[in-house]
């Protein structure tokens, strides 16, 4: 029976990169199709239980910035980053994304400090995520992975 490596720092298991493509792909079949909703923490709640994540938060429904601000802090988090850091392993910079990591990319406004998108590291520079110059549906930001300003592994 072959057994799964586990990080020596962490002792968590570690997924082979073609298990990470799989359940990406999976998270982004699950997902493509649906428009912008203020949806990007779901997203990132549904790839990471995709990804083998468990005891993780339920999420409100939010419908503009104003709502998701209040959604943060009445689950005590101050910003998007804050509640990821509280789940998931920060990577140190997040040029070092593997495939299916999640990514926080500015928001509309430019800044990232309170809100910001989440969107999913293809493995090649990419990020999916919803923006303002794409379809209106989640779609792949090329060379995007060198403007996000925090990632977590998954």
Known sequence: MK??????????????????????????????????????VHLARAHARNMGHRKLPVVPDVASAADAVRALKAMGYRSIAEMMDAHFERLQAPAFALVGDLLLLPGEDGRADVLGAIGIADGAGNIWAWHDAGTGKLDVIKQAQAAAVAGWRL
Do not use: H, I, M, N
């Open 3 to 40: 057994r799964r490596a586990r990080d020596r720092q962490t002792g968590r298991y570690v997924k082979s990169l073609a298990a990470r493509v799989e359940r990406t792909e999976r998270t982004l079949r699950d997902w493509r199709e649906r428009p912008f909703q203020w949806c990007c």
